[in-house]
């Protein structure tokens, strides 16, 4: 892609000497890295002097700086001297008139346009930069990022599912037949379904489908019935009434033990019991 700069003169030079070379777009993946061309030619047959490249991005001129490197003079590379959150890398020799950068792990907030700016200093300085700009995309296979079940006020229950990918995925649920009405929302390239009023037990299955691939979540959904009231009743109430009559017989004796001990009466083995005096045990003996 050609552009040009608004002035017809730029330092005394015909303004056909100057163009900048960009792609209208470029597609990175999600997580994964991704080049940014850009290229330019001067109308000077050497350049010597100090050499800015800087790449912007929402709007040209003004918008955000996100990469900056100087070169003093054609025996000095190009120092860093911004690189928003260290992930803007220079590829190119800014004196081979090459700007390109590398956008390293890209993120959905990376879907910018950007801009490419050349400043060379003289006299007057001379500045150029793309007026279109680059548009980056950001692509991603689904990815079920959020499956559940929950309860509602009114005691029924909804199986739910976010998953997320770019272009947004399609998503589909399957399980027990009979399904449940369902409901979508979709937020940029987020997408969530609700299945309403489960009614009956199983295994349902959430499928997230773009062109980029496939995923899929599950989860397992289950009630609790008992077979009828008097047998919940029994698994309630028996192993209850089996503790009250444990605690009924320790209780028991306990106290029927104590009852069984004379609190006046002293043990077999006390050294001062006197045995009553009796014909075959006399208490003492008289002489003849």
Known sequence: MLQFHDPCLLAGVQCNGWSVHVPS???GELGKMVVLPCTFTHPY?????AL???????????????????????????????????????LGNPRHKDLSIRVDNLTWSDSERYFCRVELAGD???????????KLHVIAAP????????????HTFQARCTAEGEPAPALSWSGPPESAPSSS???????????RSLSHDGKY???????????????????????????????????????VVLLLVI??????????????????????LVSPPGPHHPAFSQPL
């Open 25 to 27: 777009d470029v597609t």
């Open 45 to 49: 047959k050497t350049f010597d002097r």
């Open 52 to 90: 800015t490249a800087i790449w912007r991005i929402k709007e040209p001129y003004n918008g955000t700086v996100i990469f900056k490197c100087v070169s003093q003079s054609s025996s000095e590379l190009c120092r860093t001297a911004i690189s928003h959150k260290n992930k803007y890398k220079l």
């Open 124 to 134: 007057s300085q001379d500045k150029y930069e793309s007026r279109n700009g680059i």
């Open 143 to 154: 990815r079920i990022i959020n499956i559940t079940v929950s309860s509602s006020r009114d």
């Open 185 to 195: 929302s979709i937020s940029s390239h987020r997408v969530t379904k609700e299945l």
């Open 205 to 243: 299955t959430c499928t997230a489908v773009n062109s980029h691939g496939r995923a899929e979540g599950a989860v397992y959904f289950y009630r609790f019935r008992a077979s009828d009231s008097s047998s919940f009743m029994v698994l309630i109430f028996v192993p209850l009434a089996i503790k």
């Open 251 to 272: 209780l028991s004796f306990t106290f029927f033990s104590r009852e069984g001990q004379c609190p006046g009466s002293a043990p077999q083995d006390s050294p001062f």
